[in-house]
């Protein structure tokens, strides 16, 4: 495991390199070499997230508590990372502990299925608050909606991982993706926003490559987990975030920005959410 840190570290901090060693061609041809170059990162990053997070779910005492309780653990209290994103690391080590626990039958798995769908709200909730915090009322606000048909939302244990019902949930999932994602874009820097689009499109991929998409919760918060560690760590000891910028995105930025955009972001996000009330 200890190898396996050190080869993706190794990984991303030659990807910082590259970028910073100025690779990147001038004019049309450097911003097309740009875009593919980013394109293929992003790639990579959302593929290895998303077979990390199978290897989690799949093996929730080793590789789980390694992975999505250990590191996190180290990266909280060695590098203390700001408030929320302490918290946000914090609520989820707590849950993927607890999955553990459940696996080894030491926590009941009844309690656990109520504890998830709750941690799923909390962390909405935890956005919404930065929303009005920073004055994103209308991203607050579509937060809000999104948070509602959570009530419809049940987990059910399988042994030793679970999923979550009811199938129509999809139409939830991909309200949540936008917003989630018009979240980090309004919240943090473009860097970390582009980076973002590889953590939420990974439980995406396992979710359409399994048809399954009950196991977006659970992929979802090991994904997550792991990806606050690596931007937590990455921002302290790597160039990574600094150079990981495309101008082709810098201009997606300008126009997301736009009332209008925001607008169509937004009552996207409610759209979905209704058709999900409507299908269950």
């Known amino acids: 495991m200890h190898n396996l840190?050190?080869?993706?570290?190794?990984?991303?901090s030659h990807l910082s390199y590259q970028h910073h060693s100025g690779s990147v061609l001038t004019g049309f041809h450097g911003h097309v070499s740009q875009g593919k170059k980013i394109i293929e990162e992003l790639s990579i990053i959302t593929l290895v997230l998303a077979v990390v997070?199978?290897?989690?779910?799949?093996?929730?005492?080793?590789?789980?508590?390694?992975?999505n309780v250990m590191i996190p653990l180290l990266v909280l209290f060695y590098f203390r990372p700001p408030g929320f994103i302490s918290l946000k690391i914090g609520t989820l080590v707590v849950g993927k502990l607890l999955l553990a626990l459940t696996a080894l039958s030491y926590f009941s798995a009844d309690w656990y299925m109520i504890f998830v769908v709750w941690l799923l709200r909390i962390n909405i909730i935890e956005a919404i608050i930065k929303d009005f915090k920073e004055r994103h009322i209308f991203n607050a606000a579509s937060g809000i909606i999104l948070l509602m048909p959570t009530w419809l939302?049940?987990?059910h244990w399988l042994g030793f991982y679970y999923i979550i019902s009811p199938v129509s949930v999809i139409w939830w999932i991909f309200a949540y993706?936008?917003?989630?994602?018009?979240?980090?874009?309004?919240?943090?820097?473009?860097s970390i926003s582009l980076f973002h689009i590889a953590v939420l499109a990974s439980p995406l991929v396992v979710v359409l490559s399994t048809l399954n998409p009950g196991l977006w919760l659970i992929v979802r918060a090991s994904t997550l987990t792991e990806s606050l560690s690596f931007q937590v760590y990455a921002e302290k000891k790597l160039k990574f975030f600094q150079q990981f910028r495309c101008s082709q995105y810098d201009k997606?930025?300008?126009?997301?920005?736009?009332?209008?955009?925001?607008?169509v972001v937004i009552?996207?996000?409610?759209?979905l959410s209704i058709i999900f009330v409507m299908a269950v």
Request: hydrophobic letters at 50%.
């Open 177 to 190: 993706t936008i917003w989630n994602f018009n979240f980090v874009f309004l919240n943090f820097p473009r």
């Open 53 to 67: 997070s199978v290897v989690t779910v799949y093996f929730p005492v080793v590789a789980n508590t390694f992975i």
């Open 267 to 271: 009552s996207s996000t409610i759209i």
């Open 153 to 155: 939302i049940e987990a």
């Open 252 to 263: 997606i930025s300008n126009f997301l920005k736009r009332s209008l955009s925001q607008t």
């Open 5 to 12: 840190f050190n080869k993706i570290t190794s990984y991303f």
